[in-house]
């Protein structure tokens, strides 16, 4: 065990299956001597050399669909995205290649490939350095989309993704690189890639949520236990697509109260089909309306600080959210 | 060539009697394979056709070099003559137009002429033009990753290179001498559009820019195209990377059974190249040199015509998939 | 007056547009001599030229980008992606560019464009030929996603988007081109963009549904009222996005119970987001789950026949979601 | 062109002395507004740099050919010399860098590199590589439909062109002879990515494939640019069509302020190449031709000098934007 940031648990996971797996490679843009613009593949070029951690062109359908080719022809590819601000140009190869090789071959030809891109508000990215995209791709059957917020479910699903015979988008908040820390397992383990996590037990109200948001909800938490002696659930869907309902039913049938936070922009986010699996699946439990929480429905974070913050869903949001919810 | 031969061309190229006949006989069999799908459209019994007629000669000369099973291929909605010479049978294009079960591109999943077969490495394809392009460079960077001779042949109409992914392939394919062809059938249309308004200046010399040969061949001609394609899987296969060969030629039907082409095309000019009909002017050649008579040519008909009516029997009396199946197969490794 | 069908309506539409502004133009695929592959703009290069109805190469990125260059150089593009099911090529430009020119430029460039795109499920088509897309596309601030249903509203609304300075993605259910007819104004008019319509009175279920669902629930509708005595009130979004939310609330707190129908797979729909809104805003109202129906969460429909039936919603299964959701 | 000549360069171009000086200034307040960027970088008070030093040449070269207001530009983030040429200011530049309410490209929404002001017809840009293609050659065509002679001056770097957006635009301009210039800087590197690892072939040489001329210049050669570009805009406005320029050239500077370029570069390579830096070897050319001394070169860099810091300054004391209105202008004519 050693105390790793959400970025070296990536990169030892990736770094660990290319060891054990010699079909395992890297292709994407600055992955080689660069190691990434945020340095996830560091060292892997040097270790596996320059076919195995492949500099593309700059052309993210070309990564996918080059990616989709090796995949049926042997190898694992693990495709990065340097942004997931730059994914829409590999839209095509995901939902309508990639997603369905499997289905509409009857089961003849499998995707084994995982494309990652770091996703989320930073401070100074803008509009375009910033966006959360997993809306985009959550209905599309045949593609996985998972987003985990913690270091070592982050090194274990990455690994089960790589091991995994389908396509997988795998997000990372690019906020939480530096800023996650956690005690993280060194051999090989992996984590499932189709179940939610109930990160902390409560009665009162349920918050589900990922990437930073995750991170505030699970401190702000805490502090409604303190300070005002609410008891929160605190639910991770790991996969966003397909989404474990059960995990978050049940949670919801509990506390009757279910709050749904991300960074995304509110309308037509990855927070209403969850809240809708709620009205739906948890009504005859619901004590409150399920209440979402997102970015406004602007394009994304600004530039200037001032701006940006605005913005974002702060914790002082949850926070405020939380409360609310529970004195409904 | 305009110049003098000594010998005539299939034996520059190294090809013996049989040899040739057995391309007319992938030909033919592209060619009534492709008639009597029409004919189970037109009674009603298949909902789609989009058909190859016209294309033979570029489909056959350049699949011909496969080495079925080994090298991979990510064809296009017409490549039915491809698929035919690797080892897809009429059987499998019926149970495709028709939508049965066995239909081994999708079970009765997909439209007719997205092909898929594991086995021969026939890679599943799909509508939207042109993704198989980049899955082809990628499929070819493996081959190549391993040390493996294997060569990807893909291709599509002349449309399919007006989009991102043929380019970004291209690219792809000569930065890293990839072993992977790419065979542009030009028929002219693109539904209804005119290659003039699809394509600027030429699709074979923009393989200069790309750093690898571009060449121009008569689509129409199985031997021009055997020999283009031959040179290029040679290249491929010494590791000496990628070739682009533009198959001028035209597509002797509407785009497909939903089309009407007299919306936009003149009849003249349809039988102006009716003229110029791949069958037969190679069965012209083959008389010509004394390889095949009359006789042959009518035996040879008369068996593949067997050969498809069985065919179709057997797929109209195949079973459709269960319904209930179309939930099942969403991800690999257990739903 | 004059009966028509929606895709007379829409050629009309379009038709009477270029000719009262001669800054409206036509481009895409096949849209010239062949006049569309559905024949939507059937003679309209004939009256307009080659150069106002102008056949583009095979490229929807090229195409929506050309788009957007033309509306800032004072055109009003009209583009065709032949079916919806090619639009992921030209996600980029949409959902990057097209959607945010007028908000990250701070309000100096529109762009004034209307895309079209023929949706929804036709026998044979199987599964790129019959997708419903809209999902993709409504959760991007700055663009408006249309999905009128029926032929003088198409109409309206298309007139309506060509006006509008915004990028408007417009999409036609294919299956009721020819099927849908009713009378339509000749002369000019327009339909707002961003309301919703109360198609039907009624007091004991709202059911919210557009495209071909939303005719099966009219037909439903009557007879629930005729056999069952069951008051079903219908509304269409009309705006998937942005969403009309006040006339979705006002109906489903007038009903208390909500049904939200859609052709798309169900997981990660715009019904969703119908539903999570209703879950919110709505709850103290609600007397039973918000249901919702769409297709299962397998690609799309297939080519065979029993197949694609089996996977499509059909009339009786809007009958009994109505039911069942009236007997809660 | 090696051959012997009779007259001095620029007057073969039909440039006199105040036009070079005008050339010079242009490249020297793209130098220093530049650097100055690095400062407020450096300061912490500017989020994000990104950096045009070694592309001067290039950029003044060819936008001295807009007419502003009339031509449109589609620029690409280290465009600063081109915005500067035709009327942005190094207070605009400022302003944005530091995301204040004035900044006309995006009131502080936008990272800097993001040029727009409509007025200057420099139409809003973004990150997404390659996606200004398209869109310019929609712009350059609306120009031909109204039969004006406007020109459309659009680029970016060496790996703008290997996206799909690139080519679908390179085969429109070529397909309807539109009015459009393609100013491809190739300054050797996409972050990282060195040019032979990006570009199979050669980006001059695939005009060609389009049916329109390319031409590779010296890119840190400031009339070499101009030359090409001259051509360029003149063709354009005669209605001849498209024209591919590749300037060769190096990015002087990290790729950004986020960037570490010493992971992936030599430092003598980066040495190499200061000695090929455009400013210093026009400088050398004017000092030679007798146009400008070091003491008027000295005062013209004091004068911008002093433009520069009063722009900083001004940009520095300027106002956010109310964050309120990040919900506002999302929809125009109203929200
Ligand atoms: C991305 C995409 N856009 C549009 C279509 C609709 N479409 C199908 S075939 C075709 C024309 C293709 O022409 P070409 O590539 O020349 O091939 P051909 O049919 O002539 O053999 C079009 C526009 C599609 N399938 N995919
Ligand atoms: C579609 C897309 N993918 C990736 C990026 C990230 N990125 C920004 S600049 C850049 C390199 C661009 O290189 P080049 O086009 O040569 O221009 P240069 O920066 O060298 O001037 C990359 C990869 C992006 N902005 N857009
Ligand atoms: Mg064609
Ligand atoms: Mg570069």
């Known amino acids: 065990m050693a105390t790793q940031n959400l970025l070296q648990a990536i990169h030892d996971?990736?770094?660990?299956?290319?060891?054990?797996?010699e079909t395992v490679m890297v292709l994407g843009e600055d992955v080689g001597k660069a190691g990434g613009v945020f340095?996830?593949?560091?060292?892997?070029?040097?270790?596996?050399?320059?076919?195995?951690?492949?500099?593309?062109?700059?052309?993210?359908s070309l990564i996918v669909g080059a990616a989709i080719g090796l995949s049926v022809n042997g190898m694992k590819p693990v495709a990065e995205i340097q942004f997931a601000d730059f994914i829409p140009p590999a839209f095509d190869q995901i939902v309508s290649e990639a997603a369905r090789f499997y289905y509409r071959s009857n089961g003849a030809w499998e995707v084994p490939m995982t494309i990652r891109a770091p996703y989320g508000v930073v401070p100074g990215g803008a509009l375009y350095h910033s966006q959360s995209v997993e809306a985009y791709f959550c209905n599309t059957p045949g593609l996985r989309v998972l987003a985990p917020s913690f270091p070592a479910d982050a090194k274990g699903m990455l690994?089960?993704?790589?091991?995994?015979?389908?396509?997988?988008?795998?997000?990372?908040?690019?906020?939480?690189y530096r800023l996650i820390k956690q005690d993280v397992q060194e051999d090989d383990f992996d984590v499932p890639i189709d179940k939610a996590k109930v990160h902390r037990e409560g009665t009162d109200i349920t918050v589900v949520a990922y990437g930073l948001i995750l991170h505030h909800a699970l401190e702000a938490a805490e502090k409604m236990e303190g300070e005002h002696g609410i008891s929160v659930e605190v639910v991770e869907p790991m996969s966003l697509y397909p989404l474990d309902k059960e995990t978050v039913l049940a949670s919801a049938k509990k506390t009757g109260k279910v709050l749904v936070a991300s960074e995304a922009n509110i309308s037509g986010s990855v927070s209403g089909e969850i809240a809708a699996v709620v009205a739906d699946g948890a009504f005859e439990w619901l004590d409150a309306p399920v209440r979402r929480l997102g970015a406004p429905d602007s394009p994304a974070a600004p530039y200037a600080k001032p701006l940006m913050e605005r913005f974002v869903v702060g914790k002082e949001d949850v926070e405020a959210a939380m409360l609310d919810l529970a004195r409904y | 060539m305009a110049m003098e031969r000594t010998r005539v061309r299939h034996e520059e190229l190294g090809l013996d009697g049989p040899d040739l006949i057995r391309l007319y006989r992938g030909m033919l069999l592209t060619r009534r394979t492709d008639e009597r799908s029409w004919t189970l459209n037109r009674q009603g019994k298949a909902a789609f056709v989009v058909s190859c007629q016209g294309q033979e000669a570029a489909q056959i000369g350049a699949a011909t070099h496969l080495r079925?099973?080994?090298d991979y291929i990510y064809p296009y909605y017409r490549d039915l003559g491809i698929t035919l010479v690797v080892?897809?049978?009429?059987?499998?294009?019926f149970l495709s137009i028709l939508g049965k079960a066995e239909d081994p591109s999708g079970g009765g999943r997909q439209m007719p002429g997205h092909f898929s077969k594991r086995d021969l490495n026939i890679v599943t394809s799909s509508a939207p033009i042109g993704v198989q392009y980049p899955q082809a460079a990628g499929t070819a960077l493996a081959f190549k990753m391993r040390d493996e001779d294997g060569v990807v042949l893909t291709g599509g109409g002349e449309a399919s290179t007006s989009g991102g992914d043929w380019h970004e392939a291209m690219n792809m394919a000569g930065i890293h001498d990839l072993p992977v062809i790419f065979l542009i059938q030009n028929n002219a249309y693109a539904i209804s559009v005119p290659a003039e308004k699809q394509v600027a200046g030429s699709i074979a010399k923009r393989a200069e820019g790309y750093g690898f040969p571009g060449v121009e061949v008569d689509g129409n001609d199985v031997l021009a195209v055997y020999e283009a394609a031959k040179e290029a899987f040679e290249r491929a296969r010494r590791g000496e990377g990628p070739t682009l060969i533009e198959a001028k030629t035209y597509r002797m039907r509407a785009h497909s059974s939903d089309d009407d082409d007299r919306r936009y095309r003149e009849s003249a000019e349809i039988e102006e190249w009716r003229l110029k009909d791949p069958i037969p002017r190679f069965e012209n050649y083959l008389e010509e040199h004394g390889i095949m008579d009359a006789a042959q040519r009518e035996s040879i008909?008369?068996?593949?015509k067997a050969e498809?009516?069985?065919?179709?029997?057997?797929?109209?009396?195949?079973?459709?998939a269960d319904p209930e199946s179309i939930s099942r197969g969403v991800y690999a490794g257990g739903n």
Do not use: C, W
């Not at chain 1, 996971?13 to 797996?21: I, K, N, T, V, Y």
């Not at chain 1, 996830?40 to 593309?56: N, S």
């Not at chain 1, 690994?159 to 939480?176: C, Y």
């Open chain 2, 87 to 93: 080892g897809m049978t009429p059987r499998d294009q």
């Open chain 2, 68 to 70: 079925p099973g080994y």
């Open chain 1, 39 to 60: 340095r996830v593949t560091d060292g892997l070029q040097a270790e596996f050399g320059e076919t195995r951690v492949m500099d593309t062109p700059l052309a993210e």
């Open chain 2, 308 to 320: 498809v009516r069985e065919a179709s029997d057997y797929a109209e009396a195949a079973d459709y």
């Open chain 1, 159 to 176: 690994k089960s993704a790589i091991r995994d015979p389908n396509p997988v988008l795998f997000l990372e908040h690019k906020m939480t």
């Open chain 1, 13 to 21: 996971g990736l770094a660990e299956e290319m060891r054990s797996d």
């Open chain 2, 301 to 304: 008909d008369e068996e593949i």
